[in-house]
Every structure is written in C-alpha cells, then in structure tokens.
C-alpha cells in the first residue's frame, strides 16, 4: 500500500531482508540475507510490483554424519505480485498474489544432488525453482505518511508466512514470526523474518 492518496503512483525501492528458520529436519537450520529492487505501480485500487533479487547464507545439516556441517547457499531470481484493495474511510481490505521464478548455487545445492542420488535424503536437484504466493491484506492508514498493515502469504515456499508491516515515509518495516510448537521457550521461532524497504523516490527527492 502507498502512504500517498494519489491515482497513479510510480515508486522504486531497494530492500534487506533477513531469515532464521528451522531446517527440514530436527537440529538444522538457516540463515539468509535477501537484497531486492522493487518497482511498484499502484493506480485507483491495484497495486503491481516487479522484484529482482539475490541471496546468500548458509544451511546447516544435522543427523547425515557424512554430509554434517554449514553449507553455502546462493542465488538470484524475479518476483512479479499484484493485489486488488478496497477503502473504506481509512481501512483497507485486499488480497493478492504473486508468481516468481529463482537459482540456487553453492554448497548446499550440490549436497542436495550427492545425497540424493545416494538415496539417504529425497530432494529435488534442480538449480531452478519456481516460487508462488496467495495473501489476504488488512491495512489502517493513521495519517498520510503512516500505514500499518498485516498479511497472510500462503503458498511456496514458507507455506503459512503471517506478517505485520509497517509504512512510514519512505521507509517499509515488515516482520513475520511463526512459534515453534514443540519449544515453547524459542523466542526465535520456527521462522523469524525482519526486512526493511527504503523508498528511492523520497531518498532521490532529498538530494
């Protein structure tokens, strides 16, 4: 959502995002950093974005004592979204969806295609994957430069991804926390997600 009531807004942003997860078994675990551009269209009541975006981290592996330890991970891809929304005074109600298509590269890819063939995990062991999403949105606007927002992203991958997101200026601050159900003490969670966008517009505009 923009922060501006206008009927055509044409906005650029750049993004950092941060992941820690658990793994796709007991005692693994990820960390990533995620850097986009963004080109985001919004006219009347729809919204559109472009993204382009790369990746890097580390996967770690646990319970193959052969194959234990961090691997590497890296890669890069293209996200296109668009999503449909309905004011009624200062609320919002919408929903979306969103399509992409990403590469992975590094150490962790290959532990996937050796382990694989060697029967001890079933993986896919292609470099290229495709990404997809369906999300409810509800947003508030407090001022003009203020919106704050919550979402449900359901689909691949992450599955269930619930986040609250915060517009202010030209600045987005996004947080998405799903608990781990068998610790309840994990703060952390089963997935933690921080990112921040900063509009280039309004960065651009200041100089």
């Keep these: 959502f923009e922060t501006a009531n206008k009927d055509t807004t044409n906005t650029k942003y750049v993004s950092g995002e941060l992941l820690l997860a658990k793994g796709d078994y007991e005692n693994e675990t990820v960390q990533l950093v995620k850097g986009s551009y963004i080109i985001s269209k919004t006219k ?17 592996v646990s319970g193959l ?23 009624i005074e200062e609320l919002r109600i919408g929903i979306g969806g969103s399509f992409g298509v990403a590469t992975e590269f590094g150490d962790y890819y290959q532990f996937r295609k050796s382990a694989n063939k060697e029967g001890v995990i079933d993986s896919k062991t292609g470099f290229g994957f ?36 915060l517009n202010n200026d030209d600045v987005v601050y996004w947080l998405s926390w799903i608990p781990n159900d068998k ?13 921040v966008n900063i509009n280039l517009n309004g960065l651009m505009a200041g100089f």
């Design 44 to 60: 009347d009541y729809i919204n559109t974005n472009m993204k382009l975006f790369g990746y890097s981290g580390f996967y770690k």
């Design 65 to 87: 004592e052969k194959y234990n330890g961090l691997k590497n991970s890296f890669g890069f891809g293209a996200e296109g979204s668009v999503n449909i929304n309905l004011k």
């Design 130 to 165: 495709f990404t997809f999403s369906l999300f409810p949105v509800i947003a508030y606007q407090f001022s003009e430069s203020t919106i704050i927002s919550t979402q449900i992203n359901i689909g691949m991958p992450g599955l269930i991804s619930p986040s609250i997101v």
């Design 183 to 195: 610790n309840k003490n994990d703060y952390m969670g089963r997935r933690f997600m921080f990112g």
